[in-house]
């Protein structure tokens, strides 16, 4: 019998957490042109119309299995106690800035964040989204459920950084969906660093023609922590490009799935779309998950999909090794490839510092040396019509559909 209360990609039973004030909230800008209004406040000024279509979690008969489920998107809504409307309009010859932090503590463990963020065409801006655990209390135990709606007109150059790092005693639930204009490029850095139980969607919509999406989820897991990570490209418009890069690793008996789902739509003609995944196993208990998927209504397209899980690579060890590092430093050195470049590029000093203190703690506990048995594996490449064979182990495993 089917039990509404268990959410099964994350082995959690769903309870109903209650509401209460929120005040962690904090943005800045130096911008002359953007309007910054709690959601409240907007969605006060908003015409119900307006808002149905802005936060509009229907999904299309093809979609139906994507996202976190109808519950949490409802829940959040119902319970908002925090949440922003940003309206970023274009600035002659300028990249803007803009920062907004939420940050959990003892009197505030509980946050339902709505928010809607407007960029107008022909804008250039980078965005910094940073949810954390206040310093004081480490060990929080701490809820979060978030819906985020983002809107990028045509013409525009937008980078959006977004940073999850609460306490391992955490439970994370988010849903993001994008809507991305004509010959417009958008690159997403997806950082996920914290929490007990963190379940994400981030769905891009490309409906119109030429537009460029590039998505960079950066994840770390370990302890017992379990996360599950979904990024969809649904795709409409002519001569797009877009792609899904991600890369992590994982340790000690930590859990990971990432799922990978791209929709070629009817219409669609001369787009690109391409999903990879790449994990890095520390521990031989740490289990990942990769699901790629393409669907495809369209033939004048290219749509790929490939996955790995394996030690790191032996060729580099030996390499780092050689030159004087320890096994453990060589191991950080190569991680830290991947994620320290993101950090920095952090404009606040305080958020970047505490960044890569936290990310050393967590690389320079004990790593346990895997066995001589590498789990690896590749997914081959896909394109419009073609299906894929799927490899499975035991601990590491993928599956990857094309459906027409």
């Known amino acids: 019998m089917r039990n509404d209360n268990y959410f099964k990609r994350l082995d959690y039973h769903i309870r109903d957490v209650p509401s209460a004030p929120f005040s962690g ?11 910054y209004l709690t959601i409240d406040r907007f969605i006060e000024t908003a015409s119900p119309e307006t808002l149905a279509k802005i936060f509009n979690t229907e999904k299309s008969p093809r979609e139906k299995n994507c996202g976190l489920g109808k519950r949490f998107t409802d829940e959040v809504q119902v319970k908002r106690n925090s949440g922003f409307y940003l309206k970023i309009d274009a600035a002659a010859g300028a990249k803007q800035d803009f920062f907004v932090r939420f940050t959990m503590d003892a009197g505030h463990p509980v946050l339902f964040d709505q928010s809607y963020i407007d960029i107008a065409d022909n804008t250039a801006a980078r965005l910094i989204l940073y949810f954390d655990t206040d310093e004081k209390t480490p060990a929080l135990q701490s809820y979060r459920n978030g819906l985020i709606s983002i809107r990028v007109g045509k013409y525009a150059a937008v980078e959006i950084i977004k940073i999850q790092n609460f306490s391992d005693a955490a439970l994370n639930f988010e849903t993001v969906r994008m809507d991305v204009g004509e010959r417009t490029r958008v690159t997403v850095h997806d950082i996920q660093l914290g929490a007990q139980k963190s379940g994400v969607s981030y769905s891009s919509y490309m409906q119109e023609d030429w537009a460029e999406v590039y998505i960079f989820p950066l994840y770390f897991v370990d302890k017992t922590r379990r996360m599950d990570l979904e990024h969809n490209l649904i795709i409409n418009g002519k001569s797009t490009l877009s792609e899904i890069k991600a890369r992590g690793a994982l340790k ?43 669907f495809c209504d369209e033939d004048d397209v290219i749509g790929e999909h490939a996955a790995s899980f394996a030690a790191i690579d032996k060729e580099k060890l030996y390499y780092l090794m050689s030159r004087g590092f320890d096994e453990l430093s060589a191991k950080k050195l190569i991680i830290d490839a991947a994620f320290r470049p993101v950090f920095n590029s952090i404009p606040d000093e305080a958020i970047r510092n505490r960044l890569n203190a936290e990310f050393d703690a967590r690389l320079s506990t004990q790593i346990q040396v895997q066995a001589d048995k590498t789990a690896a594996f590749k997914i081959g490449t896909a394109t419009s019509g073609t299906e894929t064979a799927v490899s499975d182990s035991a601990q590491n495993k993928t599956g990857a559909t094309n459906v027409q």
Not at 25 to 35: D, G, L, P, W, Y
């Open 25 to 35: 909230i904090f943005f800045h800008t130096e911008s002359k042109t953007a309007q």
């Open 252 to 294: 000690n008996e930590a859990h990971k799935v990432f799922r990978g789902n791209i929709f070629l739509n009817k219409g669609c003609s001369a787009s690109v779309a391409r999903f990879a995944d790449n994990s890095i196993m520390l521990d031989k208990n740490a289990a990942g998950t990769s699901i790629p998927t393409i």
